[in-house]
């Protein structure tokens, strides 16, 4: 973690998650035994070579450049000889640990991590320069929490709908019986013949080739599919409660479209218009960090 602020707004601090590798250097667990130094910001260079240093070094500052061509032992090395006690690598790119081999790190006694783009443009926006920072590296958790929340939330969606699913089946058969007068009922069965496996594999086979030549395209296609699937699902979990809802139980008018030829309540296409968007704004807006 990095601990940024201002030397102007003490109060306003924020922290931001960097990439690190603790075979560059030290640091330390708790934020009170950290120093906060001044950052020198170089975003304009790549500190790929002497030229990029600032006449005056970095004495007793932690700098932060983009990342370039070089490797990151030539940036830190330049930053640790020009007087710097830390070198923040925004990159534009994925963040992965930053790497070397065991001669460098001998030689490299400050730490060096890497920050997103995003949030590099975020500390630009939301702080007054000139700025200290901090870089500490907080305990992890022995347990996730987060990973406890959704193991609970997964186990109970499909024990509830399984539960659920079972005792309509249930229902379905018992209303059948008693109307049919029948004490028993076959089961459906789908007799699997080897052509239909072969369709299965060939299917499953081309999809896999597509996906690895046309990813970035059938990427699309599979969250569409998704979107899709979802909406279905929440319409077909919601749809019991709203139907004993009493509001809005009028029924649309037959107007030729493909949707309403049935004639279906408000609610009911109001739930659907619900479910729908739910998962239009997923789509729209499942990259956003914030």
Not at 162 to 191: F, L, P
Not at 234 to 240: E, K, V
Request: glycine share 6%; aromatic share 10%; net charge negative.
């Amino acid at each position: 973690m990095v601990r940024v602020l201002s030397e102007k707004e003490h109060e306003n601090a924020k922290d931001y998650c960097i990439q690190f590798n603790s075979y560059w250097a030290y640091l330390p667990h708790d934020l009170n035994k950290a120093a906060l130094l001044e950052l020198q910001d170089l975003t304009s260079s790549v500190l790929c070579a002497a030229s990029d240093v600032p006449p005056q070094g970095f004495t007793n500052q932690i700098a932060m450049v983009l990342r370039g061509n070089c490797t990151f032992y030539e940036k830190v090395r330049l930053a640790q000889i020009n007087g710097a006690k830390g070198l923040l690598i925004v990159s534009r790119e994925s963040l992965v640990p930053p790497g070397g081999n065991g001669s460098q790190y001998e030689e490299i006694d400050i730490p060096v991590g890497l920050l997103s783009y995003d949030d590099m443009l975020d500390i630009s926006k939301s702080f007054v320069k000139p700025l200290r920072v901090a870089l500490y590296a907080p305990h992890e958790p022995f347990l996730d929490y987060n990973m406890v929340v959704i193991f609970v939330m997964a186990v109970s969606t499909v024990a509830i709908g399984g539960y659920w699913a079972g005792s309509k089946d249930i229902n379905k058969r018992y209303m059948k019986n008693k109307h049919d007068g029948a004490e028993k009922q076959d089961d459906e069965t789908v007799d699997v013949t080897p052509i239909m496996i072969c369709i299965f594999v060939v299917m499953c086979c081309s999809m896999l080739v597509l996906l690895y030549y046309f990813y970035n395209q059938l990427v699309y296609v599979i969250i569409g599919i998704f979107c899709l699937a979802s909406s279905i699902g929440l319409y077909s979990c919601l749809s019991p409660f709203v139907k004993r809802i009493p509001f809005c139980e009028c029924r649309v008018p037959d107007m030729g479209l493909p949707c309403c030829h049935k004639q279906p309540q408000v609610r009911m296409l109001l739930l659907a218009l619900f479910c729908v968007s739910i998962s239009v704004v997923w789509g729209i807006f499942r990259n956003e960090d914030k």
